[in-house]
Every structure is written in C-alpha cells, then in structure tokens.
C-alpha cells in the first residue's frame, strides 16, 4: 500500500475553482489480491497471498483563495479518511522475530488514516489549464507494526507534481504526474522507495452539465526498499489501471455542486495486490462565490 492513492486526480483536475471554501468527499471502495505464491511484509510479518477489501469515505474542505499568486490561484486543503480495512493471507511465513508461524489467517480494523495536507496552484489559459501542487503525510492514522492490516501508515510521506487539462465546454482531458518520497517507519525500519504516478481521466460532455469517458492511472516505484527491516530487499511495485466515468454539475439553490463515479480495472501488479476499486465523489462549495 502506497502513500500515493492512485487515482486520487482525474477530470478536470487542474481547472481553477470558484474561490471560498468548499467541502470535497469520496466514497472509497477497493477490492484487491495477490497470488497464494507471493510473499509480501506487512508490518513486522512476512505472508504468502492476500485477499483484501477496504471501505472508506474521505472528507478533504478546502479553500480557494481569490486573489491571485504567481499569476494562478492557490487551495489548500486538509484530508483524512474513516472505515474498514479487511486483509485474509494464506500463509504467515515468518513473525517480527523471524519464527516461522504457519497457516493463514485474516484481521479487520476500523480506524482513521493518516493527515493530508494538500496544496495546489492552477492557471487558466482559455482552453489550457495548469497545476503544480504538494501533498504531505502525517502518521496520525490507525498503526500498530503488530497487525496484518493497517489504515495508517506510520511514516510522513511528500508528494509533488504538476498537471494539465485541456476543456473547451465539449471535450476534455486531464493528465496529473508526481513523484513521492517516503521517510523510514520507525516501528519495523523499513523505508518505501521513491515512487512515480500518472493519474487521467478523458471525457466528452454530452450535455452542458454532464461528461463521460475513461480513467486512468499508471503507478510505478522508481528506487528500492530499504532499511534494515526490508527483508525482502529492494520490493519495488508497480500496477495499472483504466476504467469508466461519468460526472454531472447539479445546483442546489445557487450554488454548483458535482458529482462523479468512476471505476478502475487494475492490471500488471508486481509486489501489489491487483483488483479493482470503485470512487462515488461530490464536490460542495460552502461560500457564496460564483461558479
């Protein structure tokens, strides 16, 4: 599990917004495995095959602010999620001691994530738009180097990137690329290389309000594990994905919501869990502002 969501960006993503607050949030839905022949570090264990399932809803408010840096308009925003993490192994091959333990088991948690502090600037050149944005990771989430499935990940992360979107009221296409780099945990000295990600979505709006098409995201890890904890070596991950979307613009009073569904199909996972993943999204301005 990376500190990177991929598929975190996606249409319209570096389209300036109305200033003010707003309140973003996501339904989170992810059912993902891996081969009973595959062994993977979780925490202080080594496993053998992974059947895991996930349910979280992420709550992001976030502010835009209305005069102008740089020539573009800056948004900050705070993330965290709540919900349900459930992971079943075939096999635990070796506990934080090294002893060999046996058979498969299965652990569920409900719990919070980590923080993240997002920030973004975007400009608008007619049909062109720009981004460059940050994101860091603090570990307050749900952790215990102990358990088979965790919703934090008990070490800060930082993540930047730029992106671009092309939209002219019919079509549109958004493109998002970043790079991360993780710190050591602490509890099992193990650190997560260097990663990169592509994150896409291209669409064709059919009425005024309303836009379909595809998604996608391209994640690839860039430099080995490392730390005396990394028993497998360096474990680098890669995985795919591409799937369907469709977003619809909708008032409520005067002011502009949105909503999207998007679904992702993965493929080519290497020292990953392969599956797919399911985001139910709504964008809410809180402020008076225009759209």
């Known amino acids: 599990m990376s500190f990177w969501l991929p598929g975190q960006f996606g249409s319209l993503a570096a389209v300036p917004t109305a200033p003010g607050w707003s309140l973003g949030t996501v339904y989170y839905h992810v059912s993902a495995d891996e081969g009973s022949s595959h062994a993977t570090q979780r925490g202080g264990r080594v496993t053998a095959g992974a059947d895991a399932k996930a349910d979280l809803v992420f709550v992001a408010p976030a502010y835009a602010f209305a005069d102008k840096v740089l020539g573009g308009q800056l948004a ?6 709540v919900g349900n993490s459930k992971l079943d192994v075939s096999a635990t091959l070796s506990g934080p001691q090294g002893n060999v333990i046996g058979g498969g088991t299965g652990e569920s948690l409900f719990g919070v ?9 975007k400009w608008n050149s007619g049909v062109h738009n720009f981004m460059a944005y940050t994101m860091v990771g603090a570990p307050v989430g749900s952790y215990d ?17 730029g992106g671009y979107t ?3 009221r019919k079509y549109e296409f958004s493109a998002v690329a970043g790079f991360t780099y993780n710190f050591e945990n602490p509890d099992t000295d193990y650190q997560s290389g260097v990663d990169s990600h592509l994150d896409w979505g291209a669409s064709y709006f059919f009425r005024p309000d309303t ?5 996608g995201y391209f994640y690839h890890q860039l430099t080995g594990d490392s730390g005396s904890g990394a028993r497998l070596g360096d474990y680098k991950s890669r995985v795919n994905a591409v799937g369907p979307q469709i977003g619809h613009f909708f008032k409520v009073g005067n002011a502009l919501w949105y909503a999207n569904v998007k679904g992702y199909y993965e493929a080519g996972a290497q020292n990953r869990p392969e599956g797919w993943n399911l985001w139910l999204s709504m964008s809410i301005p809180l402020g008076a502002g225009k759209p």
């Open 113 to 121: 994530s980590d923080f993240y502090g997002l920030g973004s600037l």
């Open 145 to 161: 180097a102990n358990r088979l499935v965790n919703i934090g990940l008990n070490h800060w992360s930082l993540d930047g990137g």
């Open 76 to 81: 900050l925003s705070g993330i965290m999620a």
């Open 166 to 168: 092309y939209f002219d």
């Open 211 to 215: 836009h379909a098409g595809l998604v």
